[in-house]
């Protein structure tokens, strides 16, 4: 039962209290997004209605996603939007949360493609599609094949790319890694973020990670490299002669990815980029000259 009006500023600043006593991050600005989202306003037009004084409904929805965020749901679930470099993606539970390290692997790939007029991209494993349809809108004449095993998450990056505006230059396929991709399938650039935590390590993640998150998107297996060790040979298959295989890495693993590159025998220039906080996180190399 609400017994009183309650201005904007006011909730905001509740809120606020609420998620600093909890030790959340930005909680001032986690408020905003849901108080934003809980109005259906943009965050921005929240500085010129501080006054304003909310209906009883509009309140019961904003403490109701508070109290989904005290018990640990990340902000994005609840809103249902994450923000991806250019692009405003719709998430749902069933894909990760795109994360800012993975800019640094788009950023890469958009750079070895820039001079090539009309690239093929795969993005194999592509959940909310945060990495093919960041490049099918960067680059535009780029034409982007995104793949999940998921076909809930498979969804999500198809109303993404409709939402996006990158839908007629992006191809969606339903399976198991290249597996559904048949033949003949040459791409400029394979960029991939596959599932690369420890299955070990899966029950010691942060609550917000581990109890919201997809373990279909988080799992690499007993030691986290399984995905790498399925894509390192076959994904030359897939490239073209002059085509290069962008992956992010978990921390520490940089160096055993490289290494796996390096045993296939299928690359050459294998490069490793460090993100924003200095982390090894992409591990790349171009498809190796005279392979058939
Ligand atoms: C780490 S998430 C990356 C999602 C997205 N590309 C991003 O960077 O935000 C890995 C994705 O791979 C998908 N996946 C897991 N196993 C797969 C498989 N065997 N074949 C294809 N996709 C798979 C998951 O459903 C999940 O969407």
Known sequence: MIDRSWKLLDLLGEASGFFASRELENGRLQAELLLSAALGIRRLDL??????LLTPAEVEVFRGFVRRRLEGEPVQYI?????????????????????????????????????????RVLDPGCGSGAIG???????????VTVTDID????????SNAERCHALDRMRFICGDLFEPLG??????????????????????????????????????????LAFYRRIAAPASLLLEADGGLFLEVGGGQADS?????EQSGK????????????????????RRTGLE
Request: aromatic letters at 6%; one cysteine or more.
């Open 257 to 261: 990815v490289s290494g796996l590159l």
């Open 47 to 52: 500085y010129l209605q501080f006054d304003k």
């Open 267 to 286: 690359y050459e220039g294998i490069e490793v980029l460090a993100d924003l906080a200095s982390v090894p996180r992409v591990v790349c190399g171009r």
């Open 133 to 143: 349809i960041s490049i099918a809108c960067e680059h535009e004449p780029a034409r």
């Open 183 to 224: 033949e003949p399938a040459r791409f400029d650039a394979i960029v991939c973020n596959p599932p690369y935590v420890r299955t070990a390590d899966l029950a010691g993640l942060d609550e917000e990670v581990r109890d919201f998150e997809p373990h279909l998107a988080l799992d690499g297996g007993e030691d986290g």
């Open 79 to 119: 809103t249902g939007e994450a923000a991806f470099r250019l692009l405003e993606l719709a998430v749902t539970e069933s894909v990760l949360i795109p994360r800012p390290e993975t800019e640094i692997l788009v950023e890469a790939a958009l750079s070895f493609l820039s001079e090539r007029a009309e690239p």
């Open 151 to 158: 076909p809930h998450a498979l969804r999500v990056a198809h």
